[in-house]
């Protein structure tokens, strides 16, 4: 179908059709069929009359052959067409494809650049469909896809920029596909594993598609040398010289090469210049974001150095701090934050445990997720602050860790303490205790599964059973039921009656016998 024509619109509408009949009524699409008829589709997908249909059958075919292998033929060949409305038109079957089965379903570097070009155009029209489809991929990805927007025109990046800061990106787990791919190419991807892959890796893979830049090689040695300066200006310049290559690779770097960076990093920590300082933190928080996950791998050189200035008297240093930690947990997860927190929670600094306490009541959600066992001994020091408020977080966060840990664990923790102060917590683990249910119980989930039985459920079934049989098997039960009872000495009253019988035989005997 590579040079084939057709003016015939009804032919048009049934060719349509036909691609619609088999996406939605076969379990089985090769994408060579798909892939034949794409230029035809492209072609006419700003026609008014098919322009519906055929988004219709593309989302439909996309549960076939992958919403990504769609995407990918929509961009080939809207990338060289003339008339604005193919252009629009398919941003728009784009902006649907993001919005049915998640930015996922997008070639996302491919996509953003179409978007770019479209902004770009001079029809009005096609600048608000590319609008559209920028906030479509905002929504799940964030503000990660404007480190990729640089290069629009200033004008056109305001609207942009504005729009996008209407719109509100889904949080993890908050985004539910209203379509999913089926048939075997779902079969596919549950052999592959594709069904197992937690959140952090459905995030890995969204953004795998995006390219990282080497910056190993601009790291020289000159510009490592300026980290160790005894000039604090010159320092602080290395730091943002640094962030200036960050920033140049779209926020996207290979974690190759970074080792005398990191060192850079642990030891500028310790720096005697509060302005190095943050500018050391800040770097290392974009470090995160640049880098993702493998970050993981500096956390004790660089990541716990850093947490010592959560403890420092400037509200400046510490707002930064707490920045930096929250781009490591969107990099490596809030539980291997939360896991680093039981040292700053151990020295008696105000400070220090306020801040600790706030970041770790704003990441509740990853508190079992977390080393939960590094943080018993911490929570039972901090109960012994002398501020009130302080003493009152460690309560609130006990009883977030308390049904993970068991309370045995916490008051193991008061051992090494003074007696006086080990009579004055465990009155407070004992109320924990008691209002904080023990999750994962067995005893507790069999209560929750299997309710007491109550004894008025006996009263309906007399009441339902209606007539002799009825009742008739009711005394059956009652009966069979008293003899299952313990065997004990026959009462008194039996002993009575047997007598009585007795001594009535022999009465009736005598009778007989003077009558005879």
């Keep these: 179908m590579k040079d084939w024509k057709e003016s015939n619109i009804n032919l048009q509408k049934s060719i349509v059709a036909l691609f619609n009949f088999m996406a939605t009524n076969c379990d089985y699409i090769n994408k060579r069929t798909i892939q034949c008829a794409m230029s035809f589709f492209v072609d006419k997908i700003g ?39 193919n252009i629009k038109e398919a941003c728009n079957i784009l902006s649907d494809i993001c919005e049915n089965f998640g930015a996922s379903g997008l070639p996302l570097k491919e996509t953003i650049d179409f978007a770019k070009v479209a902004a770009a155009h001079a029809t009005p029209a096609v600048r608000q469909a590319a609008m559209r489809l920028f906030c479509e991929m905002y929504k799940h990805v964030g503000d990660v896809i404007k480190n990729f927007m640089g290069d629009i025109k200033e004008s056109t990046l305001k609207l942009i920029d504005s729009e996008l800061a209407k719109t509100s990106v889904y949080s993890k787990g908050e985004f539910e596909k209203k379509r999913i791919v089926r048939g075997e ?24 598609g995006m390219p990282r830049e080497d910056i190993s090689k601009k790291l020289n040695s000159k510009l490592m040398e300026q980290f160790k300066h005894k000039d604090w200006k010159i320092r602080k310049k290395a730091g943002d010289d640094v962030e200036a290559l960050l920033r140049e690779a779209k926020m996207r770097i290979e974690p190759n090469g970074l080792n005398d960076l990191m060192d850079a990093m642990k030891n500028g ?3 005697p210049n509060k302005a190095v300082i943050k500018v050391f933190i800040n770097l290392l928080g974009l470090l995160a974001e640049a880098i993702g996950a493998p970050i993981k791998q500096y956390t004790k050189k660089c990541f716990v150095p850093m947490l010592n200035n959560i403890s420092d008297k400037s509200n400046l240093v510490r707002a ?50 977390a080393d ?6 911490p929570l039972v020091l901090c109960l012994t602050d002398k501020s009130k408020a302080i003493r009152t977080s460690a309560e609130e966060i006990i009883a977030e860790v308390m049904p993970v840990t068991g309370y045995s664990d916490f008051l193991a923790a008061t051992k090494d303490l003074k007696t006086a102060v080990q009579q004055t917590l465990k009155p407070i683990l004992e109320k924990l205790k008691s209002t904080v249910p023990t999750q994962g119980s067995s005893s507790s989930v069999a209560r929750a599964k299997s309710p007491a039985p109550k004894p008025v459920m006996k009263e309906p079934e007399e009441k339902k059973a209606g007539g002799s049989f009825a009742k008739a ?21 039996s ?15 005598s009778k007989r016998q003077a009558v005879d």
């Excluded at 919403?67 to 003339?82: C, D, G, M, N």
């Excluded at 779902?186 to 893979?205: P, Q, R, V």
């Excluded at 939960?372 to 001994?377: A, D, F, N, S, Y």
């Excluded at 098997?473 to 009253?493: G, H, Y």
Aim: hydrophobic share 40%; proline share 4%; aromatic share 4%.
């Design 269 to 271: 920590m310790k720096d």
């Design 320 to 369: 930064d701090v707490v920045n930096s930690m929250n781009k490591w947990a969107d990099a490596i997860g809030a539980e291997y934050i939360i896991n680093q927190l039981g040292a700053v929670l151990t020295v008696e600094n105000p400070e220090g445990r306020t801040e600790a306490f706030k970041w770790i009541e704003a990441h509740r959600e990853a508190i079992p997720r």
């Design 495 to 509: 002993k009575v009656a047997d007598d009585d019988e007795f001594n009535i035989n022999v009465l009736n005997k």
């Design 372 to 377: 939960c066992k590094e943080l018993i001994k």
């Design 473 to 493: 098997a009711i005394e059956k039960k009652k009966e069979l039921a008293a003899s299952k009872r313990p065997t004990t000495a026959p009462p008194a009253r």
């Design 185 to 208: 190419v779902a079969e596919e991807e549950k052999a592959g594993g594709g069904g197992k892959k937690g959140k952090a890796d459905a995030e890995d893979d969204l953004m795998a």
């Design 47 to 85: 026609d008014m009359k098919l322009s519906t249909s055929i988004k219709e059958m593309l989302l439909n075919a996309s549960e076939l052959v992958t919403p990504k292998f769609i995407s990918l033929q929509v961009i080939k060949y809207a990338a060289t067409a003339k008339a604005p409305n």
